[in-house]
């Protein structure tokens, strides 16, 4: 009973938004649509094809500059900063001004510890990431630019619920790792070309953004041609749909799975790996 008051109470919201601001509101439903859409054909099973995250290092990186234990250590104040963050959401309920997305939606610590050393070893110029939410992945990438003392995190992200709001975009990024972070309000449809074009290569692209079939192979497909030949192609919650299977197949490249809380998985496309 109580799930579906919550239901209607979310719905009533969104109703409300699209009353008050109809332009807004039909591009709201639009996007709570389509994350409703999935593949036509049957969900690839990434369970039996997955890495742990030391698997993954070894292979990318036989000789690692910086090890996994490092990662966490030189994150400890990092991890930290964002437990005290969410402890400071816990009495506030979502969907709300205060509390925007769900926390469970946010990337995992292993996840985190994956692009803090994937930065750190690789030492990129040029990263671009859709979808910030309150700005999990973002602290770790930033991190690492910080250490580096070069790089530069160039993020995009819209609001697309009526209880969203800018100012909560990136929200849990410290004021002193926003030296190196360029933010774009707005949805990747719109922003995505513009922000790539902007620059002549990157050297990391991240989806975390919407994850619908249609969405995700556009940002694949529009990231991929600006990526290093020796860049990366990363994409959160890989198991909802089939795009980037599809697109892993597309360019003829093995991926590398990562698993996450939930039956989750972290997707990663190294572009200079072996052909299928």
């Given amino acids: 009973m109580i799930r579906n008051m919550n239901k209607i109470a979310y719905l009533a919201k969104f109703l409300i938004y699209a009353i008050s601001d109809p332009k807004k509101g039909k591009e709201a439903f639009k996007t709570k649509y389509q994350s409703m859409q999935h593949s036509l054909t049957n969900l690839h099973d990434y369970g039996s094809k997955?890495?742990?995250?030391?698997e993954i290092i070894d292979t990318l990186f036989p000789n690692p500059a910086i090890t996994i234990q490092d990662a966490i250590t030189n994150t400890k104040k990092l991890q930290d900063h964002i437990a005290d963050f969410f402890?400071?959401?816990?009495?506030?309920?979502?969907?709300?001004?205060?509390?925007?997305?769900?926390?469970?939606?946010?990337?995992?610590?292993?996840?985190?510890?994956?692009?803090?050393?994937?930065?750190?070893?690789?030492?990129?110029?040029?990263?671009?990431e859709t979808g910030v939410a309150y700005g999990l992945s973002s602290v770790y990438v930033l991190q690492a630019l910080e250490e580096n003392k070069k790089g530069f995190l160039h993020s995009i992200d819209g609001v697309f619920s009526p209880w969203q709001t800018k100012e909560m975009i990136g929200s849990a990024i410290p004021s002193n790792l926003k030296n190196r972070w360029n933010?774009?309000?707005?949805?990747?449809t719109k922003?995505?070309?513009?922000?790539?074009?902007?620059?002549?290569?990157?050297?990391?692209?991240?989806?975390?953004?919407?994850?619908?079939?249609?969405?995700?192979t556009f940002e694949f497909e529009t990231a991929w041609p600006f990526i290093t030949e020796n860049g990366f192609l990363i994409s959160d919650d890989i198991g909802d749909n089939n795009a980037f299977y599809d697109f892993a197949t597309k360019v003829k490249k093995s991926p590398f799975i990562l698993p996450q809380k939930e039956n989750s998985f972290l997707g990663l496309l190294h572009k200079v790996q072996p052909i299928l």
């Fill in 87 to 128: 402890n400071n959401l816990k009495s506030d309920k979502y969907p709300s001004k205060k509390k925007p997305y769900p926390t469970e939606y946010s990337i995992d610590d292993k996840s985190g510890l994956f692009l803090y050393l994937l930065c750190k070893l690789t030492k990129p110029e040029q990263i671009v």
């Fill in 191 to 216: 922003n995505l070309n513009n922000v790539l074009s902007s620059m002549s290569s990157v050297d990391i692209f991240l989806h975390d953004s919407l994850h619908t079939y249609k969405n995700m």
């Fill in 50 to 54: 997955h890495q742990n995250l030391e």
């Fill in 183 to 188: 933010f774009h309000f707005g949805s990747s």
